[in-house]
């Protein structure tokens, strides 16, 4: 079945350094979101992606639809003890189609 | 605006008890709605989704069923609950394509 790959699967930053991970994919998508879960909580969407090519930022988040519409990146600048969580890529085909969620990065981050 | 309630937050049930937990969506008409599961430290496993009244798809072979005796109401059950039930179970909704979280069940089978 069509899968998406999250590297790096963890990440331990000191606070203030920026923060880069990605999604991708074997197959084409036409819609790229991505997520953060909160520890006990449920996943929030942070960014979603409709374009190839489309940057899109929400504060210190940026996220960018791949060229070849086979990935995804999402950049967190100046980071902060509040982005400690999982984030969670997820590509949809068409509105027709099921979501398809990547593994998750866990990101901690040291004060 | 839209809001999702799912309930209860935290739930322990003995092996071999039934299980019923419900998810209803306000503030929207005709939503796509899903059951997913995470296990501890796991990505998200799709168990259920339906587009509309009495209209549901399975994911995966498994010990759960779903319902939706209403528009904007789900309800995950199971007759006989198995160990390996236990999980972080999420229903979510969608009209476009990105799927809107509610805040979980924390379900431990003992």
């Known amino acids: 079945g069509q899968q998406l790959n999250q590297s790096p699967q963890s990440m331990f930053i000191q606070e203030g350094e920026d923060v880069s991970m990605n999604c991708t994919s074997s197959s084409i998508f036409n819609t790229w979101l991505w997520y953060k879960q909160d520890p006990g909580e449920g996943p929030v969407l942070l960014i979603a992606?409709?374009?190839?090519?489309e940057l899109t930022s929400n504060g210190r988040l940026t996220a960018q639809f791949g060229i070849t519409r086979k990935d995804s990146f999402l950049n967190i600048s100046a980071s902060i003890p509040s982005d400690v969580g999982i984030y969670f890529c997820?590509?949809?085909?068409?509105?027709?189609?099921?979501?398809?969620f990547g593994p998750g990065t866990s990101l901690s981050v040291i004060p | 605006s839209q809001t999702i309630h799912q309930w209860p937050a935290t739930l322990v049930q003995p092996v071999g008890s039934p299980l019923s937990l419900e998810c209803t969506v306000e503030g929207t008409s005709n939503p796509n709605l899903y059951w997913y599961r995470q296990a501890a430290g796991r990505g998200l496993q799709l168990l259920f989704y339906?587009?509309?009244?009495?209209?549901i798809s399975s994911e995966v072979p498994q010990n759960l069923s779903a319902s939706r005796p209403q528009d904007r109401q789900f309800i995950l059950s199971s007759k006989k609950l198995l160990l390996s039930d236990s999980g972080f179970y999420l229903c979510?909704?969608?009209?476009?394509?990105?799927?809107?979280f509610g805040q979980g069940t924390r379900l431990t089978v003992v």
């Open positions: 979510a909704w969608s009209e476009v394509p990105a799927p809107f």
């Open positions: 992606l409709y374009k190839a090519g």
């Open positions: 339906s587009v509309g009244i009495g209209q």
């Open positions: 997820a590509g949809v085909k068409t509105s027709y189609d099921k979501v398809i």
